[in-house]
């Protein structure tokens, strides 16, 4: 009774097979379909000069036809903080200046009664400066954009 000796087992794992493609089977796309794919980007808008109307390739300074500037300058940080830091100053140096006139219509006062019309004068043309000055720089804040 010679009997061949049995094999070992193999020691690899063995892998399930792979199930058969048939004809009739579809393959998954191997990227998403069109509709799940982003939008395209969008060409850039063309570029106009305001001065002229010239149509312009880029962002460019200056017009090559009429020298106008197309872009604008920013604002460096170091004059919005000039600019706060001035503000901060005279609002209460204005409202100072304020009580003082205020203070200086009734010290002003004598039994004629004129010096009540002469405070009351310096206030009005206190106030419609103040109130000049404003419209001012509400319009100028309104043109830059």
Known sequence: MDS?????????????????????????????ALSQAAPPIPPPAPYYCPNCGASLPAPVELCPLCGARITQRSAGAGNIIAAI?????????????????????GTLT????????????????????AAALCIFGIVKVLKRK
Request: proline share 17%; aromatic share 2%.
């Open 110 to 129: 004598d039994r004629s009664g004129i010096g009540i019309g002469a405070g009351l004068i310096t206030l009005a043309v206190f106030l419609i400066g």
């Open 85 to 105: 830091a001035l503000g901060l100053v005279a609002v209460p140096l204005g409202l100072s200046g304020s009580c003082f006139a205020l203070v200086g219509v």
């Open 4 to 32: 061949a000796p049995e094999s070992p087992a193999p020691l690899e794992p063995s892998l399930p097979p792979e199930p058969a493609l048939s004809p009739e089977t579809p393959l998954a796309p191997a990227t998403p």
